[in-house]
C-alpha cells in the first residue's frame, strides 16, 4: 500500500519533468485505448515523451498501446495524450493504472475524455459502432481509491453520481447526429481480464445493466472524478461479447476493427474535443 506522501513525491517528479519539456499546461487530457492511439499523430506542435523517460511512469505491455505522451495541439486545445493506457491485468497496482490521470490532475487539467475498445452486450449494437458511455459498473474487484486517502486530490468519499459529464455527453450525441452516425450511448463494465468473458458471464452483465464490456476506464474514471475532473467516455465497439455471435474472440480482432473505424472515430473525436469546455 503506498502512502499519501509518496505517492505526492512520485507525482512531483513525473510532473517536474515533463514541465521541462512543455511550453505550458494542457487544456485537456486524452488516453487513447487499443488501437486508437493514431489520433495523436493529428497534435500539432508535437512533443512526445515516451513513457520510459519519465520518472515513476508505468510502461504499455499491449499490441495497440506504443506507450508515448504526446502534447501540443488539437482543435484548438492544448492537449496531453496517452498514446496507450495500462491495465490491471498487466499485473500492475491500481495506482499505477492511474497515475496518468494522478499526473494530470497534479498538473491542472480540468478534463479527461477516455476512449476504449470494448466488447458489445447490447445486441442492438454492431461491430465499429461508436458509443458514448453514459454509466459504468465496476467488477473490476478492486477500487483504485482503496488505501491512503490522497487527499491533495480529492475527499475520501468521492460522488459519482454523474461519473460522465452530462453537459459533455450531450454536445457528444450531437455531434454524432451531425456527423450521421447511430446516436449510441450505454452502461460499460470493467472486468479485470485478461481472458475475454464466458457466455455465462455475458448472460449475467446482461442482465444487471451493461451495455459493453472491457478491461480498463472505469479505475481513470473513478480517480478523475476524485480529482473533480470532467470526464467524457468514448467506446468502440470492436467485437460482439461471447455468446451473442458464434465466433471466438481474439486481440487481433479488436486491432482490425478499430484499424476499420478508425477515420470515422478520428473525424468524431476532433470534433468533438472543439466544443468541450
Same mark, same amino acid.
Given at each position: 500500500m503506498i502512502t499519501e506522501k509518496k505517492m505526492t513525491t512520485k507525482i512531483n517528479d513525473a510532473r517536474e519533468y515533463i514541465?521541462?519539456?512543455?511550453?505550458?499546461?494542457?487544456?485537456?487530457?486524452?488516453?487513447?485505448?487499443?488501437?486508437?492511439?493514431?489520433?495523436?499523430?493529428?497534435?500539432?506542435?508535437?512533443?512526445?515523451?515516451?513513457?520510459?523517460?519519465?520518472?515513476?511512469?508505468?510502461?504499455?505491455?499491449v499490441q495497440g498501446h506504443p506507450g508515448r505522451l504526446v502534447f501540443g495541439? =488539437?482543435? *484548438?486545445?492544448?492537449?496531453?495524450?496517452?498514446?496507450? %493506457? &495500462?491495465?490491471?491485468?498487466?499485473?500492475?497496482?491500481?495506482? @499505477?493504472?492511474?497515475?496518468?490521470?494522478?499526473?494530470m490532475k497534479n498538473m491542472g487539467i480540468k478534463g479527461l475524455v477516455v476512449t476504449n475498445a470494448a466488447g458489445g452486450i447490447n445486441v442492438n449494437y454492431e461491430p465499429g459502432d461508436i458509443v458514448i458511455i453514459n454509466d459504468h459498473?465496476?467488477?473490476?474487484?478492486?477500487?483504485? =481509491?482503496? *488505501?491512503?486517502?490522497?487527499?491533495?486530490?480529492?475527499? %475520501? &468519499?468521492?460522488?459519482?453520481?454523474?461519473?460522465?459529464?452530462? @453537459?459533455?455527453?450531450?454536445?457528444?450525441?450531437?455531434?454524432?447526429?451531425?456527423?450521421?452516425?447511430?446516436?449510441?450511448?450505454?452502461v460499460y463494465v470493467g472486468v479485470s481480464g485478461p481472458s475475454y468473458e464466458t457466455p455465462a458471464e455475458i448472460r449475467y452483465l446482461r442482465t444487471i445493466g451493461a451495455d459493453l464490456v472491457g478491461m480498463s476506464t472505469v479505475p481513470e474514471v473513478i480517480v478523475a472524478n476524485h480529482g473533480r475532473m470532467k470526464v467524457l467516455g468514448i467506446s468502440c465497439v470492436t467485437n460482439m461479447a461471447a455468446?451473442?455471435?458464434?465466433?471466438?474472440?481474439?486481440?487481433?480482432?479488436?486491432?482490425?476493427?478499430?484499424?476499420?473505424?478508425?477515420?470515422?472515430?478520428?473525424?468524431?473525436?476532433?470534433?468533438l474535443i472543439e466544443v468541450l469546455d
Open positions: 514541465s521541462k519539456k512543455i511550453p505550458e499546461i494542457p487544456e485537456l487530457g486524452i488516453v487513447l485505448g487499443s488501437g486508437l492511439g493514431n489520433l495523436a499523430e493529428l497534435v500539432q506542435n508535437q512533443i512526445v515523451i515516451p513513457y520510459k523517460e519519465i520518472p515513476n511512469f508505468p510502461l504499455s505491455t495541439l =488539437l482543435s *484548438g486545445k492544448q492537449v496531453m495524450v496517452l498514446q496507450g %493506457r &495500462f491495465h490491471f491485468y498487466e499485473g500492475y497496482e491500481m495506482h @499505477e493504472v492511474t497515475f496518468p490521470v494522478r499526473l459498473i465496476n467488477l473490476m474487484g478492486c477500487n483504485p =481509491l482503496r *488505501g491512503a486517502n490522497y487527499s491533495d486530490q480529492g475527499a %475520501r &468519499f468521492p460522488d459519482l453520481s454523474e461519473a460522465y459529464n452530462s @453537459e459533455w455527453r450531450k454536445k457528444a450525441l450531437g455531434i454524432m447526429g451531425e456527423l450521421g452516425l447511430k446516436v449510441l450511448q450505454g455468446g451473442i455471435l458464434a465466433q471466438k474472440l481474439e486481440h487481433a480482432e479488436v486491432i482490425a476493427i478499430t484499424s476499420r473505424i478508425e477515420k470515422v472515430f478520428v473525424s468524431f473525436v476532433k470534433k
